[in-house]
DNA sequence: CCTTGTAAAATGTCTGACATTAGCTAGTAT
DNA sequence: ATACTAGCTAATGTCAGACATTTTACAAGG
C-alpha cells in the first residue's frame, strides 16, 4: 500500500502530507479503511516519526482521516472533507486525474452561486478590485495562444477570485480557493480550441463590464453565461442532472 | 499579555488551541502583532513545548497566525482567517462576546447564499432531509419556553444545517459550520420575545414546507422571511448597506 | 554607505522514553 | 452458557532534551 508513491527532493513536512493526502484524494483507500501506522510510514519514507505525525495532524484537520489513540488512523468519508480548506485545494489542483464526481461537485456548487457573487461583486467593487479583475483578464488574453494553458489557467483563477474578493464579504472571499482545482480539472480535460477561448474571453469581459457599471442582474447573467462555457468546456453535459435536479443551462 | 486566560481542567491539547485562538478572535491582539514566544506558552500555561506547538499549528493552519522558523508568530489579517474551518466554528461559538463585525459579515453571507441554498434543497431534499427537518422543528417549538435558550438554539442550527444538508452537494454542506456561531450571537442579544419567536416558528415552517412540496421558489421566499427575522432580532437595520463599510451596531 | 561576518533568538527537527487508550483474550464467577 | 473482569498488545499521545535551521540585529571592515 503507497508502494508506489515517492517524496519530492523537497521532502519537507508539507510535501508529506501532500503525497499521504493525494493517495486518498486520488480514491485509491476506500473510505472506512485503515490509513497506515505511523512507524510503517517512517519507514516507508525513511522519515522521522516527528514528520510522519505532523503530516497526519494535517491530514486529520482536513478531514482526510480520523485519527484515535489506540486504534489508528482511519480514512474518512468524502462527505467529511473539508473541500473548502486551503489545504485541500492545494491538494486537490496538484491532482493528476482528479476524481470527476468531485470536479463534478464543485461546479455544481460554483454554478449556484458564482452568479450571486457577481451580483454582490457588482454592488460592492471598487477601483482596486477592478484593476485586478483587468489584470486578470490582460493575462488571460495574453496566454490565450497555444502551449500556454499554465499560464492561462493562473489568470483564469485570478479573475475568478478578483470576483470573489469584490464582494468584499469575508466568507465568500475565502471560497475562492476552490476556484484552482476546479479550473485546473478544466484545461487538463478540455482542448481548448482557439475559437472556444475566443468565445470564454468574451462572455469574461462581460461579467467585468457589468461588474464596472455596477449592474447586478447584468453581472449575475454573463457569470452564467461563463459558466455555461466552461461546463461545454469540461464535457459536462448540460441536460444530465448534475448533482441536484434541472438546471437548464 | 494572556495574563487573564486560563487553561480549563480539562487541559488537553484542543482546549489549550481554543484558549489561544480566543485571544485573538476576542480582539484584544492587533493584526500584525507578535504573538507570544512558545516558551513563554509552555511556562505561562505549564505545559509541555510540545502541546504548544500542536495548539500552536492548529492556529496557523485555520489562519489565525502566520509563522515563520526563527521570526516568530504573528496575528494574521481578519481576511486570512479560515472561518469555513469547522476549528473556527467551535471557537467562534464559545466567545462570550463575539466581534460585532464578524457576526455581521457571516450574516450578510447567509443573507445572499441561504435563499439559494433553500432553493437547492427544494429541488432535492429526500426523505431523509425532510425527517431531519422535521425533528429540528420539533425542538426548535419544544423549547419556545423560557429558559431552554441554548437547546431551542441548539435545534435552530440543526434545522438550517438541514437545509444545508438537504442540497446534497459537498461544497455547500461543508458550510453548515457557519450557522452555530451565527445563531448562538443571535440567541446571546436578542431577548427572544414569546411573539418574535412564534413568528419565527412560523417562518421556519414555510421553508420547510416549500422544500417538502418541491417549491424552489416559494423556499427561496420563505428562507430569507427567516433572515429577515434574524437580522431584526439581531439588531442589525435591514436596509444598511450590509457586506461594504459602515457597522453602525 | 555598503557589505560582510558573527552572535543571538526563535522555530523546526530528531531521538528515545513513557503515558494513555482501544481492542482482544483468557480466565473466572454467577 | 453468559457476563464480567484482568491483563496483554498495539497503536496514538505526551514529555524532555538536544541539535538544526532560519531570521534578525549588530558590529566590524571595505
Given at each position: 500500500m503507497l508502494d508506489d508513491?515517492?517524496?519530492?527532493?523537497?521532502?519537507?513536512?508539507?510535501?508529506?502530507?501532500?503525497?499521504?493526502?493525494?493517495?486518498?484524494l486520488s480514491g485509491r483507500l476506500p473510505a472506512g479503511s485503515d490509513f497506515p501506522r505511523e512507524k510503517d510510514l517512517c519507514e516507508r519514507f525513511a522519515v522521522s516519526r516527528n514528520r510522519v505525525r505532523n503530516a497526519l495532524a494535517s491530514l486529520a484537520a482536513t478531514?482526510?482521516?480520523?485519527?484515535?489513540?489506540?486504534?489508528?488512523?482511519?480514512?474518512?468519508?468524502?462527505?467529511?472533507?473539508?473541500?473548502?480548506?486551503?489545504?485541500?485545494?492545494d491538494w486537490l489542483a496538484g491532482l493528476e486525474r482528479p476524481d470527476p464526481r468531485l470536479v463534478r461537485e464543485i461546479y455544481a456548487f460554483r454554478l449556484s452561486a458564482e452568479p450571486q457573487v457577481a451580483e454582490l461583486a457588482a454592488l460592492a467593487a471598487d477601483g482596486r478590485d477592478l484593476a485586478r479583475l483587468e489584470n486578470a483578464f490582460a493575462g488571460m488574453r495574453d496566454t490565450a495562444g497555444p502551449g500556454l494553458h499554465q499560464q492561462h489557467a493562473e489568470h483564469?483563477?485570478?479573475?475568478?477570485?478578483?470576483?470573489?474578493?469584490?464582494?468584499?464579504?469575508l466568507v465568500w472571499r475565502q471560497m475562492g480557493h476552490l476556484l484552482r482545482p476546479s479550473i485546473i480539472a478544466l484545461i487538463q480535460r478540455s482542448q481548448h480550441h482557439a475559437d472556444s477561448l475566443e468565445d470564454s474571453l468574451e462572455r469574461h469581459r462581460r461579467v467585468m463590464e457589468a461588474i464596472r457599471l455596477r449592474q447586478p442582474e447584468a453581472a449575475r447573467r454573463a457569470a452564467l453565461a461563463v459558466l455555461e462555457r466552461t461546463a461545454t468546456d469540461l464535457g459536462l453535459l448540460p441536460d444530465s442532472p448534475l448533482p441536484t435536479e434541472g438546471h437548464p443551462i
Open positions: 508513491l515517492a517524496l519530492p527532493a523537497d521532502g519537507g513536512a508539507p510535501a508529506l502530507a501532500a503525497v499521504l493526502a493525494r493517495a486518498i478531514g482526510l482521516v480520523e485519527r484515535t489513540a489506540g486504534r489508528g488512523s482511519r480514512v474518512r468519508e468524502v462527505t467529511d472533507w473539508h473541500l473548502l480548506d486551503p489545504l485541500m485545494s483564469d483563477v485570478a479573475f475568478h477570485d478578483g470576483v470573489y474578493q469584490a464582494t468584499h464579504n
